[in-house]
């Protein structure tokens, strides 16, 4: 059968041998933000999984960008050394193509991993003060952040540049800004959450300035053979928050700065939202997005059957598809898909005994 799935794309110097993506996912586990030996396995494991392209987690720009304790940075000599050990395996064991996301975690920085709870990180037990666009906390009883002044906002998007530096220097081939889910770009853009009076507060014009501002920094620095992506938010499901429109204009103004692609998600800014979820419930605003910004886009959010993947990019509502928890659970969900629309792939050859070809109750292994 011929798919769109299973198509390549090629965006500037990547070409990607299908549509899948593995999307980014905190771990929560490292130590003073440096990656070992469970993401060792864990990245290696999903660079199997048959999708085309493998993004590793939001990874701290600065030790004070990091959500929780336990997430992973890219900020001084260690946090590199530490991937550029856990690539070398990736590559030697796996076949996707590797991205990362960068990103700075803002007012919802300092918090616990979700299964400790997500509440705030007091100093005394290992957190650190956070910082946003103002002095508004996520939740009555998370941190205040301080606000960002101009020094500020100058460290800040001198890190982006810098770890944007570190990881073209570890070889990633696909860069993605993390301006999505609440975090300090996306808490920018959002009047729930931003209320500065200054040129970066009040119109939606200076609410953009500054996460474009970081757009175009790092996509000065960053390979001009190699795509960029920024996560953004489709929405806040909020009154009186971000909406579709807002994100139209936004993804526009990103690709005037040299961004390729964008991923459209959505929520987190505000503990107020009333999220739909429902299986793709934020391809609409993925498929807006792209006709009306007039830029590719990878869609996310519970996609989980093959077919359902493989008519969102045959459709033309989006570019490429991005799973989280459905590659969580089903790390062959690239190779199954394959096999459920009745495209070959490539298997390591390790593996090729077990292919639907070779081993025909493959099939029924994954039927149910
Ligand atoms: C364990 C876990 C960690 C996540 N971490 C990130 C992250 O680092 N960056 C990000 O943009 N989204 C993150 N997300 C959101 C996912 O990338 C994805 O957008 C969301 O889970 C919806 O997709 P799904 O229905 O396929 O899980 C995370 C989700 C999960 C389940």
Known sequence: MSSTLFSPIELRGLNLPNRIVVSPMCQYCVENGVVGDWHRVHLGMLANSGAGLLIVEAT???????????????????????????????????????????GHAGRKGSTAAPWVGRGAVAKADGGWDVVGPSPIPFMADWLVPQQLDRAGMDDIRA??????????????????????????????????????????????????????????????????????????????WVDGGWTPEDAVVYAAALKGLGVDIVTVSSGGIDPAQQVPVKPGYQVPIAAKVRTEAKIPT?????ITAPRQAESIVAGGDADMVALARGMLFNPRWGLHAAAALGVQVDYPPQYQRATPETWPPAKDSIAG
């Not at 690539?87 to 796996?94: C, E, F, N, S, Y």
């Open 159 to 236: 890190a982006f540049v810098s770890a944007a530096q570190r990881a073209a220097r570890l070889g990633f081939e696909f860069l993605e800004l993390h301006s999505a889910h609440g975090y300090l770009l996306s808490s920018f853009v959002s009047p729930l959450s931003n209320r500065r009076g200054d040129d970066y507060g009040g119109s939606r014009e200076n609410r953009m300035r500054f996460p474009l501002e970081v757009a175009a920094a790092v996509r000065e620095v960053w390979p001009s053979d190699r795509p960029m992506s920024v996560r953004i938010n489709g929405t806040d």
């Open 298 to 302: 990878i869609t996310v959010g519970m």
């Open 60 to 102: 701290a720009v600065t030790a004070q960008g990091r959500i929780s304790p336990g997430c992973v940075g890219l900020y001084n000599d260690e946090t590199e050394a530490g991937f550029a050990s856990v690539l070398k395996t990736v590559r030697a064991v796996g076949r996707a193509h590797l991205g990362i996301q960068l």
